[in-house]
């Protein structure tokens, strides 16, 4: 049954937006991944990182409902129990299988379902990235053609799809609404950068490493640094956004498409949290915002930046700290 609330909220939202699409039905439809040989090879060989993957899309789709749900108290819950429920109990026994990302976020995923859809499919082909890259028998050529081939699948879908043109920071840090995440919730969001941390890094990892017992060992390792980042209230979270060109410099010289369609995935996160976060956009006004900002994301020529740019940028941005010490479950006593 829908309650009332719900209802009020999407009359709401509905009434005030120029694209009618989720209000009659949304247009996206669901597309699965493209079957190929490997699928799932990243989860066979490595489950540790895979189920963080899982815990990941429970930790977005949590952060966007609190902050649509509980629009006056949403930086409280994000900072205190949700964010404690994440790092006590979800990353720590992360589930097995994707979830449905409607179903965590049942408001949020009705508001704004194209939200939901271009996400998911970028996961999609980080998924199929990872699957390919983890199927050691490849040669480096056959590698580069699948990794190819999974990018022409991403971009069968234009509707969703985000561009592979880097883009410039004025887009995600020069808007009305810019900053107002990290400014709520900086505990919270230094989380999100964990996320965003491991999902390059492991790319990295996968790519530097000779034989499959070095890369066991590579992805245990970026996955302790992980969790390193969850402890003592994020002390070790990264304080600025990671970047591929600072986190995967390997993977962003070899694939600097797909290094380029994740950064503006990451971003992109980072822009509809402000969105939602921002008293500078009335909620009457927060799909409006939220459907431009997919829109520039998608498009191949507003707020680009040059390649050059674009890794100087990433290069000041740096990396983090990553000394390795064992995670401590201290904070969770
Ligand atoms: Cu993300």
Not at 1 to 14: G, I
């Amino acid at each position: 049954m829908t309650s009332p609330r719900l209802m009020v909220f999407r009359a709401f939202a509905c009434g005030s937006l120029a694209v009618l699409s989720s209000c009659g039905g949304a247009r996206t439809y669901e597309q699965s991944y493209s079957r190929d040989r490997d699928n799932w090879s990243f989860r066979d060989r490595y489950p540790a990182a895979d189920r963080l993957f899982n815990a990941f899309d429970y930790g977005h789709a949590i952060l966007s409902e609190t902050l649509v749900r509980h629009p006056t108290d949403a930086a409280r819950r994000l900072e205190g129990p949700v964010y404690r429920q994440l790092t006590c109990g979800v990353l720590r026994h992360p589930p097995r299988v994707p979830l449905e990302e409607r179903a965590v976020g049942p408001m949020y995923g009705t508001a704004f379902p194209e939200a939901v859809a271009t996400f998911e499919w970028a996961h999609m082909l980080h998924r199929q990235i990872y699957d390919v890259i983890a199927t050691e028998a490849f040669s480096t050529d056959e590698r580069d053609d699948r990794v190819a081939a999974a990018l022409r699948y991403y971009r069968t879908r234009p509707d969703l799809a985000l561009s592979a043109a880097p883009k410039s920071m004025s887009l995600m840090e020069g808007q009305p609404y810019s900053l107002a995440f990290r400014h709520t919730a900086p505990k919270f969001n230094g989380l999100i950068w964990s996320y965003h941390w491991l999902q390059m890094a492991l790319y990295d990892a996968l790519l530097g490493a000779p034989d499959p017992p070095t890369r066991q060992e590579v992805v245990a390792r970026d996955v302790e640094r992980f969790m390193r980042m969850t402890t003592e209230a994020g002390k070790y979270a990264p304080t600025v956004m990671p970047m591929s060109a600072a986190v995967a410099p390997v993977f962003t010289e070899r694939y600097p498409e797909a290094a380029a369609i994740f950064d503006n995935l990451h971003s992109l996160h980072d822009v509809v949290s402000d969105i939602l976060a921002s008293p500078r956009v009335p909620s009457g006004e927060k799909r409006a915002a939220i459907l431009t900002a997919l829109a520039r994301y998608r498009d191949a020529t507003a707020f680009t930046t040059t390649r050059e740019e674009w890794l100087s940028m990433s290069r000041d941005m740096g990396g983090v700290d990553t000394t390795s010490v064992g995670a401590s479950s201290a904070d969770c006593r």
